[in-house]
């Protein structure tokens, strides 16, 4: 697989947990899952990433045929009981699983202090707070870009920001997605963001050297 290839694929699985863990995965998002639209490696990569594509195969096969609204109308309810409330079980916040922060404090300015020393302002279409996964994500996903254009600096920001936040809390968030639903969409993505952040923690620690 070329450098193009690879920077290809990282994006797409950041791609593919932001769509599902933003909001309510769109009709358009499942309909292309459900269309195998969604290529997944042949090859293994790591544990937690060919048990992610495993249960996005698992999604797929249960999934296909059916009535697109009745799927999507199942991921909304299943959504909206774990991530959304009344009390949901689950807070995809990093400042929430951090024990040296209060939820949504000082925490919450670290991340964005992150943010702000690598040039990147959150989007405004995350209606969340900066510390959300998707939010977290979307920065990634940026970093990313970046050091596709040969910004090797990019390299050590993605370093730093998988050091102090990706890695201190993307372990029990998955722990507590995986313990909450038996519903595989929200299975697969809670796996692929583990297998993401295993993957990504490898390729830096060998390029910002």
């Not at 193009?4 to 499942?30: G, I, K, N």
């Not at 609204?69 to 991921?75: A, F, I």
């Amino acid at each position: 697989m070329d450098d193009s290839a690879v920077y290809d694929a990282r994006t797409e699985l950041v791609d593919f947990v932001v769509e599902v863990f933003w909001d309510v995965p769109d009709r358009a998002f499942v309909d292309r899952l459900l269309s195998d639209e969604v290529a997944v490696p042949d090859q293994r990569v790591n544990d937690a990433l060919d048990e992610g594509f495993d249960a996005l195969g698992e999604f797929v096969e249960t999934n296909r045929g059916r009535d697109l609204d009745d799927v999507h109308e199942e991921l909304e309810v299943e959504y909206t009981r774990v991530f959304v409330g009344p009390r949901p079980p689950v807070l995809p916040h990093e400042s929430y699983y951090r024990e040296d922060t209060d939820y949504l404090g000082q925490g919450l300015a670290d991340v964005e202090a992150s943010y702000a020393a690598a040039g990147w302002k959150p989007p405004e279409d995350y209606a969340e707070e900066n510390d959300f996964v998707a939010v977290e994500l979307a920065f990634l996903r940026w970093i990313i870009g970046r050091q596709a254009t040969g910004a090797e600096e990019a390299f050590g920001y993605e370093r730093v920001f998988l050091d102090e936040h990706l890695t201190t809390w993307v372990d029990d968030f998955v722990d507590d997605v995986l313990a909450e639903t038996d519903h595989d969409l929200f299975r697969a993505a809670a796996l692929v963001l583990r297998g993401l952040v295993e993957f990504e923690d490898e390729l830096v620690a060998q390029m910002a050297r």
